[in-house]
């Protein structure tokens, strides 16, 4: 029995352990690649204008060039990506990269958004119980019994909230009412 519990935790801690250090490895990988394809590619096209003497659009590339991988910077990533993407950089005038390099830069930083904002998804919250309206009770009854009759119509009346009787919020059962059940 003491062996069974002790294999347990030892796979329970390193399976814990592996997934905490592929997550490292995995935001350590992007910042690489960050460092290595996407630097020099803003230093040799977006940090003529948007750098920290003349920050055009109130946007400063070059601190992002240098060192960008902080998480921090998420929205101006987002922002970079959106105006490579849609063709509004490198304005008119200015050399334009080559599709490939275009998308492989564009391609590099959407990983490393959707890695960086995987990792950085907070907790929502409290969910609320749902419970169906009288409407909603009804309408299942009928679709899964196929009886045509309202046996929510006996139940007392839903509140509503905002205007919506459906909100799981406003749902609630009473104490009284629960002690009817």
């Not at 350590?28 to 394809?37: D, G, I, P, Y």
């Not at 490579?84 to 959407?110: A, C, F, K, Y």
């Not at 998804?121 to 409290?126: L, Q």
Request: hydrophobic share 35%; aromatic share 8%; charged share 20%.
């Amino acid at each position: 029995m003491f062996l069974l519990i002790g294999t347990f935790v030892t796979l329970t801690v390193s399976a814990a352990y592996s997934a905490e250090h592929e997550t490292s490895a995995q935001t350590t990988s992007h910042v690489e690649t960050l460092q290595t394809v996407v630097a020099p590619f803003l230093t040799e096209h977006c940090v003529v204008c948007h750098n920290t003497r003349f920050r055009t659009s109130n946007l400063d590339l070059q601190a992002l060039a240098e060192d960008g991988s902080d998480g921090e910077q998420l929205e101006v990533w987002a922002r970079v990506v959106g105006k490579l993407r849609g063709g509004q950089m490198p304005p008119p005038g200015r050399p334009r990269p080559s599709d490939h390099n275009l998308n492989t830069v564009t391609t590099t930083i959407e990983n490393y958004l959707t890695d960086v904002g995987f990792h950085r998804r907070t907790d929502p919250g409290r969910v609320t119980a749902r419970r169906l309206n009288r409407v909603e009770y009804n309408n299942t009854v009928r679709s899964l019994l196929g009886i045509h009759s309202s046996p929510a119509d006996e139940f007392p009346l839903d509140d509503a909230g905002y205007g919506f009787d459906n909100i799981a919020d406003v749902l609630s059962v009473s104490p009284l009412l629960m002690e009817k059940y």
